[in-house]
């Protein structure tokens, strides 16, 4: 190993950053005074590479549950390739009462056609063989397709170093061409770019690759209130897994916060997901493969039962029992039963899945009785924990008490005792998809306390639990309420008092 030099003054070194181990000094006085140049770029973790799934990020030594792992500037931001139109100046929903002067595109105001992130590509835009009109402002346009690719391959002549860090992603363009969002890219982005607005920045199959870049490597977010999307150089080497380790969450000017979820050992790989945890395997293997072409084989998806949570299992029509899949890594693979072996094609299933997905995403959102059909309606078919049976409660969850038509003072005594067993149901899933500080344990801890103080008032105006009893009630709610805004707090929502202000909201609907 060739000898290290101290980061400050030259010399021989031996000790290093025991966080990021990528500095070295000869002493501790060197250390301390190299500290605040350095506590900028001091990470918790190295890069590594794997020779099936490339770069990816793997702790440098144990990291806290809760610790930020890193902040990190976006590298290009814009708008989603399917998005409605969006001031291109601050990524703001416009209404088409201003349109740029020199590109024709709606912006919110004269500032926006000279934004940061407009005015470049203005002059791009503005080549268009015949204006650009967009008119609806509520339906998605293509012209958008465009932008976002169109930023990262201006970022060539403005900042060679980013346009190079976005040249060094993965982009899965082989796998692309074999989808049908081959025609999509090539049509919207690529034929749009280089023949009707004349461009010459870069070449076809640049272009092309940039969008694969977008497609495997960017994150949502919301921007001024609208979803958009981001790359960010670092955050985008995160392994997945269905069981993340990690969350994130982005400040107003869009730089991602990353934070760990539950404490990772050292060599332990950083992961994020790249799918909805509550979905069960079918699903979420299916989003994978069609978002960032790859099947994942990770130990939730491995076990037939999801590590017992039963979100994929069924019941048999014969006898009662559990019916899971014979090879879970396997799409196409049969169904059986673990009683009677009664078996059920796997494309049966899967076709099963969608049709009650769709089911279930039809719903009326304002009201309840839909759901509570439909838990109804199929719990001789489903496990009670399957998928969709959580998807269901955990919208009743989020109903209860904080939609107008279900107000807490409104709710019977029924209605907030489901609330509050639904919550406990949820939160033991919880506990295997996505311990520790995760966003979707904090929603139900802090859903929880809020249904026990309001189950309490109930029962104690019906005198049908005593005062002190309700100290029981209280207690745990505080307890509840404690943890859920220990996670809750770094929320975007949640600061700046956003917290605060629930709590207040919460309390003058319970009259506490």
Known sequence: MAEQKCEVCRKPAKQFCSSCREVFYCSRDCQKQDWKTHKAK????????????????????????????????????????????????????????????????PVCAPSCEISKYHKAE??????????????????????????????????KESDPKKWEEIRNMQDHVEDIKNTELHNVIQRNTVEFLKHYLKFDGVDSEEVYRVCGILMTNSFELKHHGTKVRGLYAQSAMMAHDCIPNTKHTFETDSTMILRATRVI????????????????????????KVAKFFLCNCRRCSD????????????????????????????????????????????????????????????????????????????????PRHWFFMEAKFAIVKMFGNHPNYRYRDLSREQVEKKVSYC?????????????????????????????????????????????????????????????????????????????????????????
Not at 73 to 97: D, E, F, M, N, Y
Not at 125 to 131: E, I, M, S, V, Y
Not at 325 to 340: E, G, I, R, Y
């Open 265 to 288: 050992p050292k060599g332990s790989a950083i992961t994020s997901t790249y799918t909805n945890t509550l979905w069960n395997t079918l699903q979420r293997r299916k989003q994978i």
């Open 42 to 105: 001091c990470k918790p973790f190295v890069i590594k590479t794997h020779p099936v799934y490339g770069r990816y990020m793997v702790a440098s030594r144990d990291i806290r549950a809760g610790e930020v792992i890193l902040k990190e500037p976006h590298l290009v931001i814009g708008p989603k390739q399917r998005s409605a139109p969006v001031c291109l100046g601050c990524h703001k929903s416009v209404t088409g009462s201003y349109i740029c002067k020199g590109c024709n595109f």
């Open 424 to 512: 406990r149901e949820l939160l033991e899933l919880a506990d295997v998809i996505d311990p520790g500080l995760s966003l979707f344990r904090g929603t139900l801890l802090f859903e929880l306390q809020a249904a026990l103080v309001a189950l309490a008032k109930i029962l104690l105006s019906n005198e049908i639990i005593t005062k002190e009893k309700t100290q029981d009630y209280m207690s745990e709610a505080v307890t509840l309420l404690h943890e859920a805004s220990e996670i809750l707090k770094h929320e975007p929502e949640m600061e700046s008092g956003g917290l605060d202000a629930k709590l207040k909201a919460l309390s003058d609907e319970l009259d506490l």
């Open 122 to 155: 203005c002059q791009v835009l503005a080549r268009a063989t015949g204006k650009i009109r967009i008119d609806n402002m509520s339906a998605a346009h293509p012209a958008y397709e465009c932008i976002l690719p169109l930023r990262c391959i201006l970022l």
């Open 304 to 383: 037939a039962t999801e590590l017992g949570t039963h979100l994929s299992t069924l019941v048999c029509s014969q006898c009662g029992g559990d019916v899971v899949s014979t090879k879970p890594l396997d799409m196409d693979a049969s169904w059986a039963c673990t009683k009677c072996n009664q078996s059920i094609l796997g494309r049966t299933v899967f076709w099963g899945n969608q049709q009650l997905y769709k089911e279930l995403r039809g719903f009326d959102s304002s009201t309840a009785r839909p759901l509570e059909q439909f838990l109804e309606h199929y719990q001789k078919a489903l496990h």
